[in-house]
């Protein structure tokens, strides 16, 4: 691959992980300002008012469920689910996608590694705490990095064992 491809790609990457880390902090519809811990109701006119005075058909149209400050508003909807489901998919390869483009062998290739990492366990609390995911998965989250990391090297090393096992295998059948 040339050195031109590999920094177009490397853009391309940072800015697939530009945008979809912002469009995890801003979730399609937006995020509760506030804290409500009982359903909320309020009464809205069936029909409207008539010009004989009539009496307004009400009825509890406007229903707010238990929220917390920070949560996703549409986080029980299946459209929240897929474009999560896609927006971290996206997300994680692009980290990938730089990690590989940028081996972690020299020293700016391990702080690239180190930095998507960070990324990525920053995205995953993010995450949790917007779907309200209960207390114990956020016990996880510090050791992502780590993982993270680990991951990274170990696939780098084995595009290397492979590499070597396939040239060992094409000079020994030749």
Avoid at 94 to 104: A, D, G, Q, T
Avoid at 121 to 136: M, R
Wanted: glycine residues 4%; negative net charge.
């Amino acid at each position: 691959m040339t050195d031109e491809k590999r920094n177009a790609l490397l853009v391309v990457a940072a800015l697939l992980v530009t945008v979809t880390y912002q469009a995890a902090l801003s979730p399609p519809g937006g995020l509760w300002q506030d804290d409500l811990f009982k359903p909320n109701t309020t009464t809205a006119a069936l029909s409207p008012p008539s010009l004989a005075g009539g009496l307004l058909n009400e009825s509890n149209s406007n229903i707010t469920a238990p929220h917390k400050a920070g949560s996703a508003i549409a986080r029980r909807t299946e459209f929240f689910i897929v474009f999560f489901g896609c927006n971290t998919l996206i997300f994680v390869l692009s980290n990938v996608i730089m990690v590989v483009l940028v081996p972690p062998v020299e020293i700016i290739g391990f702080f690239l590694a180190a930095v998507c990492s960070m990324l990525c366990s920053c995205y995953a609390l993010s995450l949790l705490l917007i779907v309200q995911a209960p207390e114990w998965t956020l016990d996880f989250v510090p050791y992502l990095p780590l993982i993270i990391v680990a991951l990274a090297i170990a696939l780098f090393h084995l595009d290397c064992v492979c590499q070597l096992v396939f040239s060992f295998t094409k000079k020994f059948l030749e």
